[in-house]
């Protein structure tokens, strides 16, 4: 996602994490402010970039090798590589956030890749191979010419929302959790934490993997890349991708909430 889906899964977040969480979090990156998850939500976009932190670039997804739109799978031993993929790192980012023998300054960068793969995880081109994660399909959008991970990332997000600023992020959030509190997401959000086990954050991180990788064959590539390759995409596309885009961005807050609980409750065992 780009800094609107980023932003708008942390302010999700901390609409539904413990006050134990959020002093833990505040603490941990010496924010006491409003904004303390989204404030850090696309650091892990900046550090990708710089010398110090290119390994981590691949840890932003896993490149399914399935087949969309006849079949959508992920695999984790055969699409996770050695050199680590967003699984390997959710598992092992979670396990570096509460431990005292790792540094203040460690602890840090691994809250903050936790909060960033969960969103990116929700993502379902960061969750296929397809023409290098949708990067390698051209596309138009409103008439800028782009590719279909960009418009997934940002420019569709970006059509509903109107903008990318804080302020955005906060708004299209408050929508959000109204419709997972008491609106369109409140029955399918009881079925969200299915799978979660803070024992097994593998098999956590790959039903969420799994769940995106779906969206690859029924809204993605629906009719296969040629459908969509060199088309105009702000229409019908875009009607039936952004109710999955809104749905993902939801489901990715209340996730990572719930693993930042989980995470923050480990530490003391128990409440
Ligand atoms: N680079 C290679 N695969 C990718 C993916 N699925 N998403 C983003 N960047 C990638
Ligand atoms: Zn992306
Ligand atoms: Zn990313």
């Not at 780009?2 to 302010?11: E, K, M």
């Not at 460690?106 to 969960?118: C, D, S």
């Not at 420019?155 to 509903?160: A, F, G, I, T």
Request: proline share 3%.
């Amino acid at each position: 996602w780009g800094t609107l889906g980023h932003d708008t899964v942390a302010f999700i977040a901390q609409s539904f994490v413990s006050k134990k969480t959020a002093s833990f979090a505040k603490a941990l990156l010496n924010d006491s402010s409003d904004a303390y998850l989204a404030n850090v939500a696309t650091w892990a976009d900046s550090y990708r970039y710089t010398a110090e932190g290119a390994f981590s670039s691949p840890l932003h997804y896993i490149d399914a090798l399935d087949d969309p739109p006849a079949e959508c799978n992920v695999d984790y031993e055969r699409d996770c590589p050695e050199e680590g993929c967003i699984v390997s790192a959710i598992a092992n980012y979670t396990a570096r956030i509460t431990p005292a023998n790792v540094s203040l300054v460690e602890r840090q960068k691994a809250l903050k890749w936790v909060i960033h793969f969960l969103g990116d995880i929700h993502q379902p081109l960061h969750v296929e191979n397809l023409e290098i994660g949708g990067n390698g399909i051209n596309v138009t959008f409103n008439g800028t010419a782009t590719n279909l991970h960009h418009i997934w990332d940002s420019n569709m997000p970006e059509k509903l929302i109107g903008g990318y600023s804080l302020s955005d992020a906060r708004a299209w959030a408050g929508e959000l959790v109204g419709a997972i509190t008491a609106g369109k997401y409140a029955n399918a959000s009881s079925t969200w934490l299915n799978g979660i086990d803070i024992k097994d954050p593998v098999a956590s991180a790959m039903v969420w993997a799994q769940d995106a990788n779906s969206y690859v064959c029924t809204a993605v590539v629906p009719k296969g890349q040629e459908a969509v390759e060199g088309k105009e995409l702000q229409g019908e596309y875009y009607d039936e991708a952004i109710v999955v885009i809104q749905q993902q961005i939801a489901k990715a807050g209340v996730r990572l909430a719930a693993w930042l609980d989980l995470i923050v409750e480990g530490k003391t065992g128990g409440h």
